[in-house]
């Protein structure tokens, strides 16, 4: 195998140490690391036929004698996979002897050559963009700012007979992101995301909303009042899947491309976000509470039935189950369903037993049984909801019991 060959196969170096009592030279100490590893792993990790096939590379020895003894290095090239390079390494430290002195080898370390080299690609990568930024004064900085900039402006479109502002994907893509103004989409473009389209004012207009009824469409909003606003008219009049908000008291136009992907990556389906947020309440409509707008829209200011309520109560209480399956997690509600605790399912019972006269809703990944039902009716509870039920015998009066199976 030549050098070049060597050089572009091996993935790890084995540096290892010699110490001889007596002189010794290179051909003795190759002869040994042949010699006395000969047989005592697999035919696989044989020396002699990893270095034939290959595997191995020429086996480097730098020693020099002082005083009747013997001292140096050994490098070995290995292109094995990590586990069969760190066996080899370790066979080295069973050799005893080289030529006719006793000697002992230690493996130092195992170099991980790739590893290296992406350091050193990133190193020189460093100094050629600081060199690039130091070439260019301010003067070019400038027009380079500008020709980005007149870039995305290009890449805007336009959505509906409002013209709203948008990205080019917004008339493709199955999703969509609903944004408050011209400057939110822009600032999302110049960060790749083209699935964008923005309201223009408090009011929303009705393409939006009924846009939001044939794609899966997240909420973006700002995290001040404002934002709050758009996302309750929002609500109102579209279907919105799931919400996120730039963080508290700061705009989308504004946020830095980490802080955008961060938004974006914890986003929260509607009931979740309504189930903990205060954002729908109205005084003057008490039995409206926090209800998702598919479940909120089926409500008559004038005329309410109860049946109806029980109803969508159900539907959005199997709903907001769902986000807690598989977690092992539960949460307690008050009346208007915020949440105000989240529990582990191991310790429900507890958690019941030691229940505030606030709580409304116990809601949980797991399975209701007679004890839960007789705490809970013990402690007001209103409604137990879990994936299903077992052994109830008897059921209180005062306690609904909701489960998907």
Known sequence: MGKGEELTTTKYLIHAQINANGIVEKPDVVGAVFGQTEGLLSNDLDLRELQRTGRIGRIQVNIHSNSGRAKGDIIIPSSLDRVETAILAASLETINRVGPCEAEIQTLKVEDV???????????????????????????MKMIEEVREAMRVHEISEYGEEKLPAGPSIHTSDAIIVVEGRSDVLNLLKYGIKNTVAVEGVSVPKAIGELSKKRTTTAFVDGDRGGELILKELLQIGDVDYITRAPQGKEVEDLEKDEVLIALRDKVPTTQFLATTNILSDNNNKKQKNYPKKQRQKFNK?????????????????????????????????????????????????????????????IFDGVISQRLVDVASKKGIKKLVAFKSINIVKKPNNLKIITIN
Not at 116 to 140: D, L
Not at 343 to 350: G, N, P
Request: proline share 1%; net charge negative; hydrophobic share 40%.
């Open 114 to 140: 790739r590893a290296v080299k992406r350091e050193q690609v990133v190193n020189r990568a460093k100094e050629i963009y600081k060199n690039m930024v130091e070439t260019v004064g301010p003067a070019s």
């Open 302 to 362: 004038k005329e309410i039935e109860e049946d109806s309520i029980e109803d969508d109560e159900v539907i959005l209480m199997k709903d907001m189950l769902k986000e807690f399956e598989g977690t092992g997690n539960g949460a307690i509600l008050d009346e208007a369903l915020n949440m105000t605790k989240e529990v582990a399912v191991e310790d429900i019972y507890e958690e019941i037993k030691n229940i505030d006269e606030n709580a409304d809703t116990v």
